[in-house]
């Protein structure tokens, strides 16, 4: 039966699990995964592992040789610019070590959960309520402590882990700090949430050891910051990409603003009438807009009558760009978006990390925002260990996981927002807490997920979704059955399902969106525009 199901097939029904690539039910899968991940291994990761650690070698061999000390000695022509890329190699290998031991240190100051919320709507006034709430947006709670055993303590069975165990899980979770550092009042707290995880699981508290170690467990803000150094050359890339992007992005009619240390966006306003509202994209972990090429083609072309801007997050997109803009200023500086078009209320869009900005404006902006799209969504149901133990901790055992591990999660400044700026409390959207609409009071928002998520557990997050009340109406999700995290991409089946889904929805009878030209007259068209209004001085 699933044989015969279209890839990326939309199910509105509950979806079923695919198979799992850890699962021993199938053993064909594990073979072929294997192999995948030794192949990007030997002839991706590896050429470029050997081009960093290659380097410093290969100069101290040229070096000699030119010194007569090393074989024929080679012509100085042939010889200075390999000298030369093999010296700017090993200055940024050095760099490379200076930065990370900068960027590793842990915040002093971490927020907390009753400040860094207090401007919602539905702001907790105590972390022990918020830790009601969570319990009570998980599907099946006692599964769900029984697993955290399994899950964050690297398969301790629940009934080994002691109090002290739970001290340090929970000072961590609740309050991203060491059980240490607490004050006496949250340790009181915390004594609480323990005790009610061992009464919802029916455990005997077992014996604390007072000279043995806490069991170690799974904590991304606290534990040790995990990078591998990667030559220039990738960066040169990845920046050759965003510019080839922002001129693209130009010839579309987008001009570049700026927002805030670390934040950027593009604008253009709608083509033709009537104006439908504006349209709000953020993109995720990668390498910037250039990656999402096939998604904004598809938004652009269609939605001629919409303005569109496109929020960019550089220091997630290996632009070597450390400025990490709080949440705060994130806000503000979307804000400052938003008034600097007159724009009122807007459709947001993001994908993957781009949710968690989206997250923060339906929760801090409600007012912003007419509705929200969420794509590989990383903002529900967070207090599961998913996220950061599939993009930080999980050993690679595919290829697309490999090329993840390498290209993503170990990269220093991407490694550097994921371990010490990513607060889940801060970013976590809960069902009731999305935009509803102002007249029917329906959820204002749309959810896409993929069954086969490398980051999410999909299926988790639906059941999260689905179970959950939400009032007048529940809530659009989307499984797209086969699909991996961002495979969409890739399917012109899936971007219209995205593209039609953004619609004006203030309107009786919305116009139904249809993309109007073809690449090559769309840029035939925006190339004559730029003759006739001679705007060479501001389209570059």
């Known amino acids: 039966d699933s044989k015969n199901k279209p890839r990326g097939k939309e199910v509105t029904s509950t979806p079923r699990a695919g198979p799992s690539l850890e699962s021993h039910e199938y053993p064909i899968i594990q073979v072929l995964g294997l192999l995948t991940s030794y192949a990007c291994l030997v002839f991706v990761v590896g050429p470029v592992r050997v081009i960093v650690y290659g380097t410093p070698l290969a100069l101290v061999c040229l070096i000699a040789n030119q010194l007569g000390m090393m074989g024929t000695v080679l012509a100085k022509p042939s010889a200075l610019p390999w000298i030369v890329y093999c010296a700017s190699e090993t200055l940024f290998t050095l760099w490379y070590v200076h930065t990370k031991q900068r960027l590793a240190r842990p915040k002093v100051f971490p927020p907390q959960i009753h400040h860094d919320q207090s401007f919602r709507r539905h702001a907790p006034p105590s972390v022990p309520l918020f830790f009601d709430n969570l319990l009570r947006h998980t599907p099946n709670v006692q599964t769900f402590v029984e697993e955290v055993a399994y899950t964050w303590f690297y398969h301790t069975p629940f009934d080994q882990l002691t109090r002290p165990d739970l001290h340090t899980w929970l000072a961590y979770l609740l309050y991203s700090n060491e059980w240490r550092h607490l004050s006496p009042l949250d340790r009181r707290d915390v004594n609480q949430m323990v005790d009610r995880l061992y009464d919802l699981t029916n455990v005997r508290e077992p014996p604390s050891q007072t000279s043995s170690k806490p069991t170690h467990c799974i ?24 510019a080839i992007m922002g001129v693209f992005l130009r010839l579309a009619g987008f001009q570049r603003h700026p927002l805030t240390r670390g934040l950027r966006y593009w604008h253009r306003d709608a083509m033709t009438s009537p104006v439908a509202e504006p349209l709000v994209f953020v993109h995720g972990i990668g390498a910037g807009l250039m990656l999402y090429l096939p998604l904004l083609w598809s938004l652009v072309t269609t939605h001629q009558n919409r303005p569109i ?23 503000v500086g979307l804000q400052a978006m938003l008034a600097n078009h007159d724009i009122q209320r807007a459709h947001w869009m993001g994908h993957s990390l781009g949710t968690a900005i989206c997250s923060w404006v339906c929760q801090e902006l409600p007012h912003t925002v007419s509705h929200a799209t969420f794509i590989d969504p990383i903002v529900f149901f967070l207090w599961k260990r998913d996220v950061a133990y599939n993009f930080l901790y999980r050993p690679p055992t595919t290829g697309i996981q490999v090329l993840l591990w390498y290209f993503a999660s170990t990269e220093v400044h991407i490694v550097h927002v994921m371990r010490r700026h990513f607060w889940w409390y801060s970013i976590v959207c809960f069902p009731e807490h999305l935009p509803r609409h102002p007249v029917t009071n329906h959820v204002a928002a749309s959810v896409f997920l993929s069954s086969h998520d490398v980051i999410i557990n999909a299926l988790d997050v639906h059941e999260h979704l689905s179970t959950r009340d939400q009032g007048s109406s529940k809530m659009e999700v989307v499984w797209w059955d086969g ?18 889904n953004v619609k004006c929805r203030d309107v009786t009878n919305p116009i139904k969106h249809v993309a109007k030209w073809n690449w090559a007259d769309y840029i035939v068209n925006r190339l004559d525009l730029i003759r006739q209004q001679d705007v060479a001085n501001t389209w570059w």
């Open 219 to 242: 904590r991304h803000t606290l534990d040790p910051f995990e990078s591998t150094a990667r030559p220039w050359l990738v960066y040169a890339v990845t920046i050759g990409m965003d």
């Open 309 to 331: 801007l496109l929020v960019e997050t550089p220091y997630v997109s290996m632009q070597l760009v450390e400025d990490v803009p709080s949440k705060k200023d994130t806000l």
């Open 483 to 500: 699909f991996t995290h961002g495979e969409m991409l890739l399917h012109s089946h899936a971007l219209t399902s995205v593209t039609s």
